[in-house]
């Protein structure tokens, strides 16, 4: 079976983490990835505490094993949405968008693992010195906010990094695979979000799925660079709009204006002509739709024989 230090970190039996997925991942994804064993995470985005707080008690009546919630930084809620993990005393945080420093030793003190995304060196470095718990290393083909460096490089660059400390790798990986090829690179577990969008589980609008479910391998792609905000999502007719408006002359504030509420229009409205898709590259190996333990069994058990034939290489 699947193991690693990950699983005894935060008491859960597969070293596989659901991506917190703005808007997306709730408290029933993240308790039916939690009940499967790996651990569930539901997404801040940018809700309220009072909002976070019934997905919370939703997941804790549908499970009784650990799961996270992913706080992205930029959010102006993060503060009150910070405290509300510690009153809810949960098993992790993880975090994006900015540097969660200021609230680690509160959260530290609560006995939560903190568990910072990092895209870079510097960050992956800062974050251990700031007693990070485990670091996410998440490469440029995931989905939503991503940095420069893709999967492949960045994972063996952070691990080099954060020394004994865990590290989860994230980003473009959809299958068994894609798990074992992460702990040869030195990650001792994984985060996928993409995967999680055809979970049964998973409450986005049915024409969001399809569009996942139809994906190649050229179906996504990243807009906001300009602006220091790079996010990857599937081509539609709002991705061609930003990217004519990023390159056309608009300035900095038309374009933050063109994105507002675009990633919700997708998630609840399905809407193809205005909404944001956010998705990964893996969109291309995603193409059923099951159960969320399913796909946590289905990842764990083919990177299992995968690494057992790992001695065939070896003469």
């Known amino acids: 079976m699947i193991k690693s230090a990950v699983c005894d970190l935060l008491d859960i039996k597969y070293p596989l983490f659901q991506g917190g997925m703005a808007w997306i991942a709730d408290g029933?994804?993240?308790?039916?990835?939690?009940?499967?064993g790996g651990l569930g995470i539901i997404a801040a985005g940018n809700q309220r505490a009072e909002d976070i707080r019934k997905q919370i008690n939703i997941a804790r009546e549908l499970t009784d094993k650990p799961f996270g919630l992913n706080i992205m930084l930029m959010n102006r809620y993060a503060d009150e949405i910070a405290e509300l993990a510690v009153e809810e005393k949960l098993a992790a945080v993880t975090t994006g968008a900015g540097n969660p420093s200021k609230f680690m030793s509160a959260w530290k003190t609560a006995g939560i693992k903190v568990i910072p995304v990092v895209a870079s060196v510097a960050m992956a470095k800062m974050m251990k010195r700031l007693g990070a718990d485990a670091l996410i290393a998440e490469g440029g083909e995931s989905g939503g906010h991503v940095g420069e460096l893709t999967t492949m490089v960045l994972v063996p660059l952070i691990c080099d990094a954060a020394g004994d400390l865990p590290v989860i790798a994230a980003g473009g990986i959809a299958d068994g695979r894609g798990m074992a090829a992460s702990f040869m690179l030195g990650a001792c577990g994984v985060q996928m979000g993409t995967?999680?969008?055809s979970a049964e589980e998973?409450?986005?609008?049915?024409?969001?799925?399809?569009?996942?479910?139809?994906?190649?391998?050229l179906s996504t792609a990243v807009t906001g660079k300009r602006i220091n905000h790079a996010a990857r999502s599937l081509r539609t007719a709002f991705v061609r709009e930003f990217q004519n408006a990023e390159y056309g002359g608009s300035t900095d504030e038309e374009l933050a204006g063109l994105s507002a509420g675009r990633f919700r229009m997708a998630?609840?409205?399905?809407?193809?002509?205005?909404?944001?898709?956010?998705?990964g590259q893996a969109a291309a190996m995603v193409n059923k739709v099951q159960p969320a333990a399913e796909i946590v069994k289905e990842v764990c058990e083919g990177a299992e024989q995968i690494l057992l034939k790992a001695p065939d290489f070896i003469n």
């Not at 029933?28 to 499967?36: G, K, N, W």
């Not at 998973?202 to 391998?217: F, G, M, Q, S």
């Not at 399905?270 to 998705?279: A, Q």
């Open 202 to 217: 998973c409450t986005i609008h049915p024409v969001y799925r399809e569009r996942v479910l139809k994906a190649n391998d």
């Open 195 to 197: 995967r999680f969008l």
């Open 267 to 279: 998630v609840q409205d399905g809407n193809l002509e205005k909404g944001c898709f956010l998705c």
């Open 28 to 36: 029933r994804l993240a308790a039916s990835v939690s009940e499967a």
